[in-house]
T-cell receptor
Framework: EDKVVQSPLSLVVHEGDTVTLNCSYE??????LLWYKQEKKAPTFLFML????IEKKSGRLSSILDKKELSSILNITATQTGDSAIYLC???????????FGEGTQLTVNP | NAGVMQNPRHLVRRRGQEARLRCSPM?????VYWYRQLPEEGLKFMVY????????ESGMPKERFSAEFPKEGPSILRIQQVVRGDSAAYFC????????????????FGSGTRLTVV
């Protein structure tokens, strides 16, 4: 059974800090790894990483996939209070379209 | 483009009643997925449907739960004889018809239905 583990489960920082969120996975036939941000409602898509695209960047957010270590990190620089959310990591196998999610990291950015 | 629409946003049911959750996918999307999020847990896959077809229901509890995606109208997740343990947020997601691949931008999730069983 696929498994996704995120760490830390919870993180509290001050505005302006840089944070690194971790995701490790065990999956039989890896296709992709996705990061989502979940505020009070719908998870919103951040990045998809695959064998052919192991590094993505969008503004202050960036993510790297390490296929050797079966892990990924999500970096957020110069954090803002609006970054406060649950960050979800998910993996997809080649055999199907379901996503297996980790428990998420609850990030709180204080002013 | 209205996005994935779920209703109701909140649903309260007494134990033993039925709950019906609706999901209208994004325009042009013909694949629908249901996920459940229990308190303090991540999203758990339940079922994947295309129009008039259940593709993967390996995440559905064996009893009381069913899902459909008819030719016309929204996808429905139905929970019969609800129990307190069914209280959770139920999210629907959709993706375009690409043979089940999540596509370049992952799924698009709806805002969820929060079910409370009292």
């Amino acid at each position: 059974e696929d498994k996704v583990v995120q760490s830390p489960l919870s993180l509290v920082v001050h505005e302006g800090d840089t944070v690194t969120l971790n995701c490790s996975y065990e999956v039989t036939n890896f296709r992709s790894l996705l990061w989502y941000k979940q505020e009070k409602k719908a998870p919103t898509f951040l990045f998809m990483l695959t064998s052919s695209g192991i590094e993505k960047k969008s503004g202050r957010l960036s993510s790297i996939l390490d296929k050797k270590e079966l892990s990924s990190i999500l970096n957020i620089t110069a954090t803002q209070t609006g970054d406060s959310a649950i960050y979800l990591c998910a993996v997809q196998e080649t055999s199907g379209s379901r996503l297996t999610f980790g428990e998420g990291t609850q990030l709180t950015v204080n002013p | 483009n209205a996005g994935v629409m779920q209703n109701p946003r909140h649903l309260v049911r007494r134990r033993g009643q039925e709950a019906r959750l609706r999901c209208s996918p994004m325009k042009g999307h013909s694949h629908v997925y249901w996920y459940r999020q229990l308190p303090e847990e991540g999203l758990k896959f339940m079922v994947y449907l295309q129009k008039e077809n259940i593709i993967d229901e390996s995440g559905m509890p064996k009893e009381r739960f069913s899902a459909e995606f008819p030719k016309e109208g929204p996808s429905i997740l139905r929970i019969q004889q609800v129990v307190r343990g069914d209280s959770a947020a139920y999210f629907c997601a959709s993706s375009p018809a690409r043979q089940g691949k999540v596509g370049l931008y992952g799924y698009t999730f709806g805002s969820g239905t929060r079910l409370t069983v009292v």
